[in-house]
C-alpha cells in the first residue's frame, strides 16, 4: 500500500466516526507519527518554531507550526509552499513531534466536511523534526494546478483568510 493510498483510508475511517473536537486542554487522545510538509529544509534535531514566515502567505508571520497526521495532507502543504513562492524544486515533509498542547485546525476543521478529515492540527509550542519522509508521490500537475487556480480564485475574492 502506497503512502498516500494509507493516507486516503486513515481519511475514510475518519470521516465515518464521531469527531471529538481536540483542543490544548483535550488532544492527548491523538498519537502520531505527524508530518509537517513545507519549502524549508530542516535536519532531525531541529525545532520548528512559531513565528517564522507563512509557507502560505508572503509576507506574514505565522503564530503556529500546522502539522497533520496524514502524509497526504503534508503532501499538499510542500506542494502548495513550493508553488506559491515560486520555487522550482520539490517540497519536503519531516517527521515532528509536538513538544506541548495543540488543536485542530481551524481553518480546515468543520469547514467544507464534517469533522477534521484531514487530521491537521497546529500548535504554539516548538515541533521537534524526528526524521523525514523522502519518497513521497506529489499531484498531477493538473490536480496541482487546479488547487493553486482556487486558491488564486479565493484570493481575488478576499476570502482566503487563514485564522492564526
Not at 3 to 14: D, F, I, N, P
Not at 142 to 153: F, H, Q, S, T
Not at 156 to 163: F, Y
Amino acid at each position: 500500500m502506497t503512502q498516500r493510498e494509507h493516507a486516503a483510508g486513515k481519511m475514510t475511517v475518519g470521516a465515518d466516526t464521531a469527531h471529538v473536537p481536540v483542543t490544548f486542554d483535550r488532544c492527548d487522545h491523538i498519537e502520531g507519527p505527524f508530518y509537517h510538509g513545507t519549502k524549508s529544509t530542516f535536519e532531525v534535531g531541529d525545532q520548528l518554531v512559531p513565528g517564522c514566515g507563512s509557507n502560505f502567505h508572503e509576507g506574514r508571520t505565522s503564530n503556529n507550526i500546522y502539522f497533520s497526521a496524514l502524509v497526504e495532507t503534508a503532501v499538499w502543504g510542500a506542494e502548495l509552499a513550493t508553488a506559491l513562492a515560486g520555487i522550482g524544486e520539490r517540497g519536503h515533509i519531516y517527521i515532528v513531534e509536538p513538544t506541548g498542547p495543540f488543536e485542530d485546525d481551524p481553518n480546515v476543521t468543520n469547514k467544507k466536511f464534517p469533522g477534521n478529515i484531514t487530521q491537521s492540527y497546529r500548535t504554539r509550542h516548538p515541533m521537534q523534526v524526528v526524521g523525514e519522509v523522502r519518497t513521497w508521490e506529489g499531484h498531477a500537475p493538473e490536480v496541482l494546478n487546479g488547487m493553486l487556480d482556487n486558491i488564486a480564485r479565493l484570493r481575488e475574492q478576499g476570502l482566503d483568510v487563514i485564522e492564526d
